[in-house]
């Protein structure tokens, strides 16, 4: 069974990963991506294994949001740094992972 | 402390003793297994931290150079380079049961020819930053995969944790102290019967 691999964000951000194959959804805030995603974890004719979200849009998810993209096996959503630059979302997120499974930041 | 809502009978009892000692087992399972599970997170979670500062750094810069590239470009020369993209990615899935968490491996086979455009109307920039991106791709695919073991991990942890810490400081506490309790009552009435007894046959001799 072949997967798709999609990529959220600004326009200009990610059209260049077009040309790679992967499939790209452009969103301009982060509900409009929140409402892509759910979607796409959807759709049956399409089986996403890795979603990929710009930071710009993935710093405001709820923690609703966080908890129900989590929860299933796949699809895997993560988070990239924008063309702005790293926003330290995505290290704050895999902070928070740590937190929950050993109950203190032992990265640091 | 807390004493469960249970008759003082040696029935209960017998039940209770039962139960302690399917908590005790059960305790020790899932301690084994919060282990095993952490003994796993501590390994991919630091490549994880790892992975995460390298495609910080490669996709920032990719991102860049497209954003640079795109500048040079006309829009609709853009649009039109963008527009028919002919790679094939084949991404296949297996998922490994560790310890009851079913954690994904990626597997990434690319196909077909990238750069599906002409020569007029581009520039080698970009050129440059769709190398830049394909390159920055694959690990893109490792750190999906590691940063979703991760989270799988956590949250198994998290829930096996609290259940660890349920058994051991509410539960078997809470039967053992019931255990105790039953045992102080029935001991309490066996000693009331014997004295009963006690004082009845006192009574009918000092009568006799």
Same mark, same amino acid.
């Given at each position: 069974?072949?997967?798709?691999?999609?990529?959220?964000?600004?326009?200009?951000?990610?059209?260049?990963?077009?040309?790679?194959?992967?499939?790209?959804?452009?969103?301009?805030?982060?509900?409009?991506?929140?409402?892509?995603?759910?979607?796409?974890?959807?759709?049956?004719?399409?089986?996403?294994?890795?979603?990929?979200?710009?930071?710009?849009?993935?710093?405001?998810?709820?923690?609703?949001?966080?908890?129900?993209?989590?929860?299933?096996?796949?699809?895997?959503?993560?988070?990239?740094?924008?063309?702005?630059?790293?926003?330290?979302?995505?290290?704050?997120?895999?902070?928070?992972?740590?937190?929950?499974?050993?109950?203190?930041?032992?990265?640091? | 402390?807390?004493?469960?809502?249970?008759?003082?009978?040696?029935?209960?009892?017998?039940?209770?003793?039962?139960?302690?000692?399917?908590?005790?087992?059960?305790?020790? !399972? %899932?301690?084994?297994?919060? /282990?095993? &599970?952490?003994?796993? @997170?501590?390994?991919?979670?630091?490549? +994880?931290?790892?992975?995460?500062?390298?495609?910080?750094?490669?996709?920032?810069?990719?991102?860049?150079?497209?954003?640079?590239?795109?500048?040079?470009?006309?829009?609709?020369?853009?649009?039109?380079?963008?527009?028919?993209?002919?790679?094939?990615?084949?991404?296949?899935?297996?998922?490994?049961?560790?310890?009851?968490?079913?954690?994904?491996?990626?597997?990434?086979?690319?196909?077909?020819?990238?750069?599906?455009?002409?020569?007029?109307?581009?520039?080698? !920039? %970009?050129?440059?930053?769709? /190398?830049? &991106?394909?390159?920055? @791709?694959?690990?893109?695919?490792?750190? +999906?995969?590691?940063?979703?073991?991760?989270?799988?991990?956590?949250?198994?942890?998290?829930?096996?944790?609290?259940?660890?810490?349920?058994?051991?400081?509410?539960?078997?506490?809470?039967?053992?102290?019931?255990?105790?309790?039953?045992?102080?009552?029935?001991?309490?009435?066996?000693?009331?019967?014997?004295?009963?007894?006690?004082?009845?046959?006192?009574?009918?001799?000092?009568?006799?």
């Amino acid at each position: 069974m072949n997967y798709q691999i999609a990529i959220i964000g600004s326009k200009e951000a990610i059209e260049g990963f077009s040309l790679l194959g992967v499939k790209t959804v452009p969103a301009q805030n982060t509900e409009e991506a929140v409402e892509k995603i759910r979607e796409m974890k959807r759709s049956s004719d399409e089986v996403f294994a890795i979603i990929f979200i710009t930071e710009d849009l993935a710093k405001d998810f709820t923690q609703d949001d966080e908890k129900f993209f989590a929860k299933d096996p796949l699809p895997a959503i993560i988070p990239l740094p924008s063309h702005h630059g790293s926003t330290g979302y995505s290290m704050e997120r895999l902070s928070r992972i740590v937190e929950r499974a050993v109950g203190s930041d032992i990265l640091k | 402390m807390a004493i469960l809502n249970v008759n003082p009978t040696r029935m209960a009892l017998l039940d209770l003793k039962k139960r302690v000692k399917s908590a005790e087992r059960g305790h020790k !399972l %899932l301690k084994d297994k919060q /282990d095993g &599970l952490m003994k796993h @997170f501590m390994e991919i979670v630091r490549d +994880a931290k790892k992975l995460r500062e390298e495609v910080e750094e490669m996709l920032g810069d990719a991102f860049k150079k497209f954003l640079i590239a795109s500048a040079w470009m006309k829009e609709a020369d853009l649009r039109n380079a963008l527009s028919s993209p002919q790679a094939k990615l084949a991404l296949s899935v297996k998922t490994k049961n560790v310890m009851s968490v079913r954690i994904p491996f990626f597997e990434l086979e690319k196909e077909g020819e990238i750069k599906t455009y002409g020569y007029a109307g581009t520039n080698a !920039l %970009l050129d440059e930053a769709i /190398d830049a &991106l394909n390159e920055a @791709f694959e690990i893109l695919i490792q750190l +999906a995969q590691i940063e979703k073991q991760a989270e799988a991990l956590a949250i198994e942890l998290e829930t096996t944790r609290r259940r660890v810490n349920a058994l051991e400081h509410k539960m078997i506490p809470d039967l053992k102290d019931t255990v105790k309790y039953i045992r102080l009552k029935l001991d309490e009435g066996e000693r009331s019967a014997i004295i009963g007894t006690m004082k009845v046959k006192a009574q009918i001799e000092a009568a006799a």
